[in-house]
DNA sequence: GTCTAGCACTCTGTGTTCCCGAGTGCCAAG
DNA sequence: CTTGGCACTCGGGAACACAGAGTGCTAGAC
């Protein structure tokens, strides 16, 4: 059905178009590429192609244009991730390696990854399930309100006031945070509820209410904060596209963790840190875009998503490439702090 | 030179230029708002205040559209804030009531203005400097690494991992702790570096490395946030907004936290509590843009700035309204925590 | 003096027409 | 199977006319 030329034309016309952003016709084609046949016989294999559904023409007498379909097809067997050059690696590492804590580290990967691929950037925070528990900390602020700060093996924080049902000496958090940490450090986040589920029933009768309440925050932490935080960066990058959907659906969409959320979270497979490409009508919302996403952290420990969205139209070798050397660069750095 | 009809006529265009988006002519003008006077008359009124730069028409025989000299007049004498309704009101308090810390109440608070004015809003971090230690925390992690958290009494925490040039007992981590709550606690974070300038000499000598090593990295920190942290949403608002100097600039420089600073920052005047509204060719870049900004925070204690960025043509009375409002919510909401 | 009515003038935006050129599909010959 | 030739289609730009909104000006009315 598409003999090996057929495909050389398909790859010339997504190449040209993603580079011209103009439909491209037979002739120009047959001369920029060296395909060693005319304009005709490319003209045919162009029908053959739209007879297939990968390429399409705006209206009659214009050049073709690829469809999703076609896209795809280029992405999975016509083209390969262009490596960075090692002085775009440099540069990412020197930048990724100032970073002072996880927050830190987070805003600089977004803003790293929009500066490389011009496109949206989107860089979801290491979840917490998947971490485990550094340290457990309760600091008495009055005589009934505590701070309880949770500190993780990736370098996240998480606090919280808790108002406390009666008065507690500090001798008494002492003892509790002492408790506390003897049985949560080092364990999965997921772990911790069943951790601490009979935790009431080993302590004094006296400390239960109190106890209670701050567990009944610590749980609160963990779901709440689940993996929800998502940030972006490179909004200007839209300025100049066109998209199907329109520019305001894009930045709503952005704004929206939840949508955001699933557009990089379903992308996720059996193998979290395969590069992951949705292209156009592929994505749940946002038709006209594209999202190319891979999971990073350490090895088999897949903490979190990242990537980036654009338009259809886009240079996918090298927006793939930038994706996996950004990915595997930011989960060297979690993995040595 | 200006009188009471002429600035009813100022008053007019602008408020039918901001809500149609066109030109503004003295027929449509005299119908519209009952002035009691002839389109002829209007005319003449027109002609002179575009002779004094108020207004001005994009070509011959169009209608008249406000310059920024005129939307500052018409800030200035011609408008009065409006109050938000009761029932905004009641949104804006049920939604702000429920954030949990600090992070919470910022990402609420710009959501909630952009939502609000429909424009892009901007919220700067509540600055450090001005608030005050609530407690220092030293978690050892290692031998030779602990984790130095500091909470101020906005509720932010900052942490860092400090490298130790050597082993420390948990027991001088401790202690160490403790002298350094007693010096700080309550203390103004400006205070911070001459109260801790001699604590080295006041303790032992064996400690002297480790102490200098972590105040260092608390000093750090102390000037690293500064003020630097600034958010922003309702990108999705600039979409319909055509802007002279481009979307794109507009877009970088929301991303841009050293510009964002400056056009924030620099509205702040003698009275930081007032609201200050800088007119188009008023701001430093972003020529095209209005800002209406201002501070936030307890009574005398200013703690940050937040506002709202648009197109020159907006709707000043409201936006100031939604932008003074929001302002008194969330400095109770910090107040009360 | 100030306001009003009338009038001639000047634009922009829109709709129409026309034409060029790029590109296609098809066909017959190599 | 490939190629050259040819007739056909359609979008986009240029040229043009025209209606409509708005203005400035001047002469008259209150």
Redesign the pocket.
């Known amino acids: 059905m598409l003999?090996d030329?057929k495909l050389a034309v398909l790859r010339a016309i997504v190449e040209d178009y993603v580079s011209t952003n103009?439909?491209?016709?037979?002739?120009?084609?047959?001369e920029r590429h060296n395909l060693?046949?005319?304009?005709?016989?490319?003209?045919?294999?162009?029908?053959a192609l739209?007879e297939e559904g990968y390429i399409t023409?705006?209206?009659?007498?214009?050049?073709?244009v690829p469809t999703d379909k076609g896209y795809r097809l280029f992405v999975d067997r016509l083209s390969q991730v262009k490596p960075l050059s090692a002085a775009e690696r440099r540069a990412i590492e020197t930048f990724l390696a100032g970073a002072v804590d996880l927050d830190d580290v987070v805003t600089r990967t977004v803003r790293l990854l929009a500066q490389l691929t011009r496109q949206v950037a989107v860089v979801q925070y290491p979840t917490l399930t998947r971490s485990t528990v550094r340290h457990v900390e309760l600091v008495p602020l009055t005589d009934r309100r505590v701070m309880l700060v949770l500190i993780t093996n990736t370098g996240r924080v998480e606090q919280r006031v808790v108002e406390l049902p009666e008065v507690v000496e500090d001798t008494r958090i002492a003892h509790l945070r002492a408790v506390l940490n003897a049985c949560l450090d080092g364990c999965g986040l997921s772990a911790v509820p069943e951790l601490v589920a009979d935790l009431p029933e080993r302590l004094p009768a006296e400390d239960r209410p109190a106890v209670a309440t701050i567990l009944s925050v610590l749980l609160e932490t963990l779901v709440e904060r689940h993996d929800e935080k998502i940030v972006f960066a490179g909004a200007a990058n839209l300025a100049g596209a066109d998209f199907t959907t329109g520019l305001r659906a894009v930045l709503e969409a952005l704004e929206e963790q939840v949508v955001l959320m699933r557009l990089l979270g379903e992308t996720s497979g059996d193998t979290p840190s395969a590069l992951t490409v949705r292209i156009g009508s592929e994505n749940p919302y946002l038709h006209g875009t594209s999202i190319v996403a891979t999971g990073y952290g350490s090895g088999d420990n897949q903490l979190a998503r990242l990537g980036v969205l654009g338009p259809t139209r886009m240079d996918y070798p090298v927006t793939m490439g930038a994706v996996r050397a950004v990915a595997r660069y930011v989960s060297q750095i979690l993995a040595a702090s």
């Open positions: 003999d030329r103009e439909p491209v016709g037979s002739k120009a084609l047959a060693k046949v005319s304009p005709a016989t490319v003209r045919n294999d162009m029908a739209e023409q705006p209206h009659t007498s214009a050049g073709r």
